[in-house]
């Protein structure tokens, strides 16, 4: 079924390729809208390939946008100064639209910005939106689109996806919101480099939705952090920051996902050397990451976090110097080998030992006259040369 989908959707975007290469030889124009000017008769005015560009002020107004490749943007592109309040935004029935820089204040009962089913390539960023019911709604079959650098507080549902498929939501700021981020029925989509924080869902995803990329996210101080309990299949789910009341809710959900990519040397999302699996931190302290150590020096666990019987972080996150915070472990001595391994006779230690502070210390060997954990002399320390 999902193939089918596919191929749907890569005919649109042919189609929707071909219409932005006819409207190109038009010849743009930039139509300026000023304070106490409307915003809807610009974009009933403009042609394909223009921008609208808004002067600061307040504007009350809900506008339907019907023509394909504009783009419609505050003059100083600093939301702040030029705000949409009550119950106006953004509707959006064409393609390659862009909408940047406006504060949209709304009433809890409508939608700052929606793109309409079937509408593709389109982009939203650089805009705050509050108080709203939906603050980004993406409509079915929506192709390509893209969701940045926003930032979204206070909505029913911060941004939302319904059959969707290859669209980016990235580098956004959701807090306080019911649902940060929801999934709907929607494939290969990638939900990136945001921060989720103090919701009550962080992501949800339902229905077939699969082989999505989550990579890169703060999800953070929210009930629910990542919640599958509806579907979600073959997701690739890693370099993450979990850090919430519940991290995973599978629910009845029986489906696997993957948690972890293939180690490799880099910064990961909680500072440490390695990218690999997800950092898991619970706001009481006693999240995997939290009560495992890095003994090698790699930023990964020994052990892998199993987070049910059919999904498993294989290369979870540790360090003991970010916000997952986790205490260092003692330092490893001569003393505790021999009482690990209840000898006190010859012990040998080979190159690869590493001292607590990881710096290698090379081969020592330890001779019959050492002294034991518990104190106990069996004559005097001899060590090989460090």
């Known amino acids: 079924m999902w193939r089918i989908k596919r191929t749907i959707f890569i ?44 002067e600061p002020g307040n504007y009350t107004e809900n506008i339907e946008i019907n023509t394909d490749n504009l783009v419609i943007m505050s003059r100083s592109e600093n939301p702040d100064d030029t705000v949409l309040q009550g119950s106006g935004g953004f509707r959006i029935y064409a393609n390659n639209v862009t909408i940047k820089g406006f504060s949209i204040k709304g009433t809890n009962a409508s939608d700052a910005i929606v793109i309409s089913d079937w509408m593709g390539n389109c982009t939203i960023e650089n805009n705050k939106l509050s108080n709203c019911q939906n603050g980004v709604e993406i409509g079915l ?36 919101c019911n649902k940060g981020i929801v999934m709907s029925d929607s494939l290969v989509n990638t939900i990136e480099n945001n ?6 869902l962080g992501v949800v995803f339902g229905g077939i939705s699969d082989e999505n990329t989550v990579i890169n996210n703060k999800i953070t101080l929210n009930k629910r952090g990542l919640d599958l309990s509806a579907g979600g299949h073959q997701n690739r789910i890693y370099n993450n920051d979990f850090n919430n009341t519940v991290n995973v809710n599978f629910g009845d959900c029986a489906e696997s996902n993957n948690w972890n990519t293939t180690r490799t040397a880099g910064k990961n999302i909680i500072n440490g050397s390695s990218i690999g699996g997800n950092c898991w931190a619970t706001p009481a302290g006693d999240g995997f990451t939290q009560t495992h150590f890095d ?31 986790a205490s260092k472990p003692a330092a490893i001595t001569v003393e505790q080998v021999i009482e690990d391994n209840e000898s006190t006779g010859n012990i040998s230690v080979g190159n690869n030992v590493t001292r607590a502070d990881n710096e290698s210390i ?16 069996t004559g005097e320390d001899t060590n090989g040369k460090a």
């Open 195 to 200: 921060t989720i924080i103090k919701s009550d």
């Open 362 to 377: 090379g081969n020592i060997s330890v001779g019959d006259n050492v002294t034991r954990a518990d104190n106990e002399s």
């Open 141 to 176: 079959t929506g192709f390509g689109n893209i969701v940045s650098n926003n930032e979204i507080r206070e909505c029913e549902e911060g941004i939302g996806l319904a059959d969707c498929q290859e669209t980016t939501i990235k580098d956004n700021y959701i807090s306080h």
């Open 11 to 54: 005919l649109f975007a042919v189609v929707l390729s071909l219409q932005a290469i006819a409207s190109i030889s038009a010849v743009a124009t930039d139509l300026i809208v000023h304070n106490g000017e409307s915003i809807q008769a610009a974009v009933d005015k403009a042609k394909s390939g223009d921008t609208i560009i808004v």
């Open 295 to 325: 003994v090698s020096g790699c930023g990964i666990a020994k052990e892998p976090c199993s987070l049910d019987e059919k999904n498993c972080d294989y290369l979870p996150l540790v360090t003991s110097t970010t916000n997952c915070t």
